[in-house]
């Protein structure tokens, strides 16, 4: 790779002098709230010496202008989010995808509208840099970097860059977009004088950025082994993948075409060539194993994914890979204000938004009145937003003050069930008349995912159908982050239920917890991360089971003192799980630990 021109964001002096002096005393509140010491990443990481965190998606539309797809983008959002709260150095290294995705619906059949994008109106441009194919010697890509408090963005893009998750995971041009991230974005950082004290892989296919490090090292004149060290103690492999197969996997024409023209040093090369393994159809590699190689620490996304991990990914040798969990956590932009200035008055959570000490007896002291205020200010702005939207029948969406509403919010996806509570149209029915509710359901099937596609289109029938379905159950065309926040602050009852072992983690039941609600789950992600968990539990793949807690929820809605007492529990067990400020202490606890051991 190579730089084209570069005017850069001309210093850092964007930075107010607070964020100085918040992240240390953060560091210190997180290790005196849990007994370790993370003091020495606090001295590590400056301005000059951030934490790099590589994305190929972030979903933050309101605060970066990105539109993403879905729970890692979400979390990328929010991690940076969390960072300039706490005035944490941190630089976001992700593509700028010139082309956003959207959902409408014709005859109840999805089909994707997309619209052009542009950097210009939030960033401003840094500079070009080149990276290279065996085919064209320079492709040129535009560097946008935007400065927001301790935090940046540094965004790569061209005009032909496409869409974000564009054909196969395998495929030639999501491969152009993962090393067009990793060696472009890290010549970038580079050139804005950057040396990175950390760097976070937010998944396998960042892992080109790494390999540029490297690269780096080896040509300013260590040894391949020194800057192998060198690059695996800062470097964390952050995984969202249950399954190492289900990965995209690329040949050895494709890195010979596209990845070995930007090495400059033969030894980084040979390296990467060693880890391709024969498969079908000749000599292939997947980005993890690259990842898990390169990395002094790996880390999951919620306790059961970490250990799901441990057993299904395998290092080059095929021996067990050791992930550390680390439970993604929300920042306040999912919170009601009021909720949040709630659990500070409280003593539930401190001025960093850690639980506190004594979160579990202050929570004690809930209470009902004010909460009944916030969830009736939270229906307002749900209706609010529900009124720009469209349900399958092209209308805006209203729910009375008076009605309970209760949702199911995320990804179409097969393993996330949106069908479950949809097996038996009479029960639920019943459930929606008898309890004067609303169902609230969202979320889209991936393009290429044409299964789920069909059957959105035919649950959609089978409502249109059915005289009670039709006036009770609406599905809010477009899911995306407004619409996301508008149900978590707005309805009573969530429902989750992936098949356990599926999900990764999930963030909607954090938002859901967070502002009040009432919580109808399988044990699953970061929900089970809770002993014992205290949501109203449904058996796996038992419809039963989830008709019979969201009776129990309905009730538990309608009654103050129970809705009192299921709140205090829910939040004695997941108030620490929700925390993003945990969060991000866990991952510097990790960091620490790599600077810690020679
Ligand atoms: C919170 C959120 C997600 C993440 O949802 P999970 O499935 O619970 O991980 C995805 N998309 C949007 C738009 C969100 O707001």
């Known amino acids: 790779m190579s730089t084209i021109e570069w005017s850069g964001s001309r210093g850092v002096s964007e930075y107010p002098e607070v964020a100085d002096e918040r992240f240390p005393a953060f560091l210190y509140a997180y290790g005196d709230r849990y007994d370790v010491d993370v003091s020495t990443v606090g001295e590590t990481i400056t301005r000059q010496k951030p934490i790099l965190y590589v994305t190929m998606e972030i979903y933050d539309k309101a605060g970066l202008d990105i539109k993403g797809g879905g729970g890692l983008g979400v979390l990328a959002g929010d991690t940076r989010r969390v960072a300039e709260d706490l005035g944490a150095p941190l630089v976001v290294v992700t593509p700028f995808y010139p082309i956003e995705s959207h959902q409408e619906l014709t005859h109840f059949f999805q089909v994707e509208r997309h619209e052009a994008a542009h950097p210009d109106k939030l960033y401003r441009r840094l500079g070009g840099v080149a990276v290279r194919t065996t085919i064209d010697s320079e492709v040129p890509l535009d560097i946008y970097g935007r400065t927001l408090g301790s935090t940046r963005v540094i965004a790569v893009t061209e005009p032909h860059f496409g869409e974000l998750y564009p054909g196969s995971n395998s495929g030639d041009h999501r491969l152009y977009q993962e090393m067009a991230l990793g060696f472009a974005g890290y010549e970038a950082v580079r050139n804005e004088g950057l040396e990175p004290a950390f760097i976070q892989l937010n998944e396998a296919p960042t ?12 040509t300013q004149g260590m040894t391949f082994d020194e800057a192998f060290g060198t690059v695996k103690k800062k470097l964390l492999y952050t995984n969202h993948t249950l399954v190492q197969a289900v990965e995209g996997e690329f040949n050895k024409g494709q890195f010979e075409h596209m990845i070995r023209p930007n090495i400059a040093n033969p030894e980084v090369w040979e390296w990467v060539e060693s880890l391709f393994s024969d498969g079908d159809g000749g000599e292939r590699l997947r ?35 050791h992930f550390e969990a680390v439970t993604n956590g929300i920042s306040d932009k999912w919170i009601m204000r009021d909720a949040v200035e709630l659990y500070e008055e409280m003593g539930v959570r401190d001025e960093y938004g850690l639980p506190t000490r004594e979160y579990e007896e202050r929570l004690e002291g809930l209470p009902i009145d004010r909460v009944r205020t916030i969830r009736m200010a939270g229906r307002r702005e749900m209706n609010r937003i529900l009124a720009t939207r469209q349900d399958q029948y092209g209308n805006p969406v209203f729910i009375p003050e008076s009605a309970t509403a209760m949702d199911f919010k995320r990804r179409f996806a097969e393993y996330k069930r949106p069908d479950m509570i949809f097996s038996d149209p009479q029960r639920l029915a019943a459930l929606l008349e008898q309890h004067d509710m609303h169902f609230l359901l969202t979320g889209k099937p991936h393009p290429n995912d044409e299964g789920m596609k069909r059957e959105l289109t035919r649950l959609l029938y089978m409502i249109d159908s059915h005289n009670t379905l039709r006036e009770r159950v609406h599905y809010v065309q477009d899911y995306d982050e407004d619409i996301g926040r508008a149900l978590s602050v707005g309805a009573d009852i969530a429902v989750n239920v992936p098949r356990v072992g599926e999900e990764a983690c999930g963030t909607s039941f954090m938002k859901d917890m967070a502002n009040f609600k009432v919580l109808v789950s399988t044990l699953d992600g970061g929900v089970a991360d809770a002993d014992p968990a205290t949501c109203l539990i449904v058996e796996d793949g038992n419809a039963q089971s989830l008709y019979e807690n969201i009776e129990k929820a309905a009730r538990i809605v309608a009654d103050d003192d129970a809705l009192r007492t299921q709140l205090i529990r829910q939040l004695q067990a997941y108030a620490p799980v929700i925390s993003g400020a945990r969060m991000l202490g866990d991952y510097m606890k990790l960091f620490a630990s790599q600077t810690n051991q020679r």
Do not use: Y
Not at 207 to 218: E, H, K, T
Not at 299 to 308: D, I, K
């Open 207 to 218: 892992v080109f950025a790494a390999i540029a490090m490297l690269d780096d090292l080896c």
């Open 287 to 321: 980005l993890s194993l690259l990842a898990i190689e390169l990395a002094g620490v790996k880390s999951g996304v919620s306790e059961l994914h970490a250990r799901v991990s441990s057993t299904n990914f395998h290092d080059a040798k095929g021996e067990a890979v």
